[in-house]
């Protein structure tokens, strides 16, 4: 389930090392999440009782679906600091509107979703044709969504009906129906469009968009329907955080701004753009979730949390823009 590639190693060795340093993100965040489970396990034991997996998915989902809609941004060369907004405004909208009929939660659901798609096409909109830089357009939408979020919903409240909040939170047995709904979500956005033309489109405007635009792709298109592709996946995000608090939040999808792109390098997408797999972002955000989890049972303080988190994402941040610089693409550390 990765997009196709557009670069193109010469000789075997070269195909190899490529090959090998695409899924070296993946394994090791692998091989990461089974040590951290395993630690979390040694102090508390329950966590591995289907109650207790179902709790390590729970508080890992929205985060994964954030990073996989940051990946796509990634992909395109792009950047959308404004999912943690995007997040917060689906949320707020979806806790004062869903009712407990069958047609009332779906027309949310349906809502919410055009909603993801509509303020990614903002985005879009701003950087692809109003050619203003990625960090300072996203930046500034993110105020603008959160800005309305509180509109409609100045402090925590509203209400999610009980049985969309077991849909989404509970588990069958062993298997959690969250791990089901991201699994859904891959399955019906990831997997058609980068299995399809769109998909290829992507990578290779993120490889090199101007070789793109000379070969005839439509790059401004393109990286619209990237920002859009990120907006509906935020939106999912932002569904499953109302079902799973049961309500809105204001100030709900903070923390979802950095972690998905810290998640999403962690799993080996590139900062500069073409390269990247979907199941890298997705364990690095069970690892990232399942640590600051892990952090308040450990009995570690609220300083040292703030702490500890802010030197995971710097480390994580800091070895993507390290990528870059091996690379030999520093410059792009200033033009995302």
């Known amino acids: 389930m990765r997009p196709p590639e557009s670069r193109r190693p010469t000789g075997q060795h070269g195909k190899g090392w490529q090959r090998l340093g695409e899924y070296a993100g993946p394994l090791s965040c692998a091989v990461g999440l089974v040590i951290v489970i395993g630690c979390y396990a040694l102090r508390q034991p329950l966590i591995l009782s289907p109650f207790g997996l179902t709790s390590l998915a729970n508080v890992s ?25 995007q997040i917060t405004l689906i949320n707020c909208v979806a806790a004062t509107t869903m009712g407990n009929s069958g047609f009332s939660i779906a027309a949310v659901v349906v809502v919410s979703l055009l909603i993801g798609l509509g303020t990614g096409f903002v985005n879009g909109v701003v950087i692809a044709y109003g050619r203003v830089e990625p960090l300072i357009a996203t930046f500034c939408t993110a105020f603008i969504f959160t800005g309305m979020a509180l509109i409609i919903l100045p402090r925590p409240g509203g209400s999610i009906p009980d049985g969309f909040a077991f849909a989404l939170t509970e ?100 900062l500069s753009g073409g390269r990247g797999t979907v199941i890298g972002p997705i364990l690095g955000s069970f690892v990232l979730a399942i640590i600051m989890n892990a952090l308040g049972v450990f009995d570690v303080s609220a300083f040292w949390q703030d702490f500890i988190e802010g030197l995971i ?23 995302q």
């Open 171 to 270: 588990s069958w047995g062993p298997l959690p129906f969250s791990l089901i709904l991201l699994a859904g979500a891959v399955l019906v956005v990831w997997v058609p469009v980068f299995g399809s033309p769109l998909g290829r489109y992507i990578v290779a405007v993120g490889d090199d968009a101007e070789s793109a635009r000379v070969s005839g792709l439509p790059v401004r298109r393109i990286e619209l329907a990237s920002y859009m592709l990120a907006g509906l996946f935020a939106a999912v995000a932002a569904l499953f955080l109302a079902a799973e608090t049961t309500s809105g939040d204001p100030s709900i999808g903070e923390i979802y701004t950095l972690n998905s792109l810290a998640a999403a390098v962690l799993g080996g997408v590139s």
């Open 313 to 335: 994402l710097m480390v994580v941040l800091g070895l993507g823009g390290l990528r870059l610089l091996a690379a030999g693409n520093w410059l792009t550390l200033f033009h």
């Open 61 to 85: 989902v929205a985060l994964a679906l954030a990073a996989v809609g940051q990946s796509i941004v990634l992909l395109a060369a792009g950047l959308d600091l404004s999912i943690g907004g």
